[in-house]
């Protein structure tokens, strides 16, 4: 009987020693290595302090259908109350202006509402988050495990593997052992996993131009060619009026 009474003692107080934000995730600044939180004296206003992973005002999650950060304890979504540069962060009820509440994530870390082009960054010192259009090193956000704040939706994203067929070409000479190990496996899997449109990767400047360095060098080989045939024309010329002009001499 005691055990039993003990036991629901321990039910009934079980909650109250629950770690607050435990399902939820912090949103540090990789800069300042502070995070952004819900202020508790006034209803709406968002702050930027010391991270406290035991507070519950620290505490987000991701809604993957909505793209919209959710406060852990109210509900309420991080939002803007205008899309423009410089705008501060705030909390207002989710499922309101749309285009103020969905962010998209880069790998790196980077918070942009989606289509605007508006960055969540803040500055030196600074105790507030807001709006800019410049990505610079103040406007990286990740969790506390160093994740990125829309890393559920890759958590979603579910892997196909198709099987795809080895294609061998027929007058390509293959090593004998190459030829056996291609015979024992004749089909091979690839990880399909899609990549989710709140996940963006960050331009790569280099991958877009041209590769033309053959081209460059065959154009130097013509170039060259002509010029020694330029230099050499002359000089073979002179060296036959020279030859003509002794052969005469001599027959003379």
Same mark, same amino acid.
């Given at each position: 009987m005691k055990l039993f009474k003990l036991s629901l003692s321990w039910t009934f107080f079980l909650p109250w020693l629950q770690v607050p934000g435990g399902d939820g995730f912090l949103i540090r600044n990789a800069r300042l290595q502070k995070c952004i939180h819900a202020s508790s004296h006034e209803i709406g206003r968002v702050g930027l302090a010391d991270c406290k992973p035991q507070s519950a005002q620290y505490h987000w999650t991701w809604d993957a259908a909505t793209r919209a950060?959710?406060? !852990? +304890? #109210?509900?309420?979504?991080?939002? *803007?109350?205008? $899309?423009?540069?410089? =705008?501060?962060?705030? &909390?207002?009820?989710?499922?309101?202006?749309?285009?103020?509440?969905?962010?998209?994530?880069?790998?790196?870390?980077?918070?942009?509402?989606?289509?605007?082009?508006?960055?969540?960054?803040?500055?030196?010192?600074?105790?507030?988050?807001?709006?800019?259009?410049?990505?610079?090193?103040?406007?990286? !956000? +990740? #969790?506390?495990?160093?994740?990125? *704040?829309?890393? $559920?939706?890759?958590? =979603?994203?579910?892997? &196909?593997?198709?099987?795809?067929?080895?294609?061998?070409?027929?007058?390509?000479?293959?090593?004998?052992?190459?030829?056996?190990?291609?015979?024992?496996?004749?089909?091979?899997?690839?990880?399909?996993?899609?990549?989710?449109?709140?996940?963006?990767?960050?331009?790569?400047?280099?991958?877009?131009?041209? +590769?033309?360095?053959?081209?460059?060098?065959?154009a130097d080989d013509g170039t060259n060619w002509k010029t020694v045939i330029l230099v050499l024309s002359p000089l073979a010329f002179i060296l036959g009026v020279t030859i003509l002009i002794l052969n005469i001499r001599y027959n003379r």
């Open positions: 950060i959710v406060h !852990w +304890k #109210t509900g309420l979504c991080l939002t *803007v109350p205008k $899309a423009q540069e410089f =705008a501060p962060a705030q &909390l207002e009820s989710c499922g309101g202006d749309r285009a103020r509440q969905a962010w998209v994530c880069s790998r790196k870390g980077h918070l942009t509402l989606q289509g605007l082009g508006l960055h969540l960054s803040t500055k030196q010192e600074g105790h507030k988050a807001f709006l800019a259009r410049e990505k610079d090193k103040f406007s990286r !956000w +990740k #969790t506390e495990t160093e994740e990125i *704040v829309c890393a $559920a939706d890759l958590a =979603a994203a579910p892997v &196909l593997s198709i099987p795809v067929e080895e294609f061998v070409d027929p007058q390509v000479w293959v090593p004998e052992d190459k030829t056996t190990a291609l015979s024992e496996i004749s089909t091979s899997f690839i990880d399909t996993r899609p990549t989710s449109p709140a996940i963006v990767d960050e331009p790569n400047i280099t991958s877009n131009l041209p +590769k033309n360095e053959d081209v460059i060098l065959e």
